[in-house]
């Protein structure tokens, strides 16, 4: 049994946290970022963040791309390498990430249902998407 790369491991997460990054900020600017000024406006959302969000976000998605591609490694052996076993592993971790805490937010949250929908299919694209970019990177130890 081959052991996990590690080096390649972490090269291709950031490559996934790039991904993840990058679709977060599509989503949230180009998407919905009018809806959700307006949620800002009506007093849904604060207007600016308790604490510096946006460099803490970047590591978290980082770290979780790092995360997704350790996990990717990790079930290769049983799953078999490629794309499949990738989009299967970004897929379940994109809803574990993206489902419990919107629908929360959809049923108790002040915004309606829109904005924590387009934050779950955020979270999922964005896993599958960043898994499949690192698991592209990523090589067994030889």
Do not use: E
């Given at each position: 049994m081959a052991t996990i790369n590690t080096g390649r491991v972490?090269?291709?997460g950031l490559l996934a946290g790039l991904v993840i990054?990058?679709?977060c900020w599509v989503n949230n600017s180009l998407i919905i970022g009018q809806r959700l000024m307006v949620a800002q406006q009506h007093g849904h959302f604060l207007q600016q963040p308790r604490f510096p969000f946006m460099p803490v976000w970047l590591?978290?998605?980082?770290l979780?791309?790092?995360?997704?591609?350790w996990l990717y490694a990790a079930v290769r052996?049983?799953?078999g390498p490629g794309p499949?076993?990738?989009?299967?592993v970004?897929?379940?971790?994109?809803?574990f990430m993206g489902v419990p805490d919107n629908v929360a937010n959809a049923a108790w949250g002040l915004s309606g249902g829109y904005l924590p929908t387009m934050w779950m299919i955020e979270h999922v694209v964005g896993c599958a998407?960043?898994?499949?970019?690192g698991a592209w990177f990523y090589r067994e130890a030889a």
């Open positions: 972490i090269q291709g990054n990058v679709i590591i978290l998605m980082f979780a791309g790092i995360g997704l591609v052996p049983r799953l499949g076993t990738a989009l299967k970004g897929i379940v971790v994109g809803l998407l960043g898994t499949l970019v």
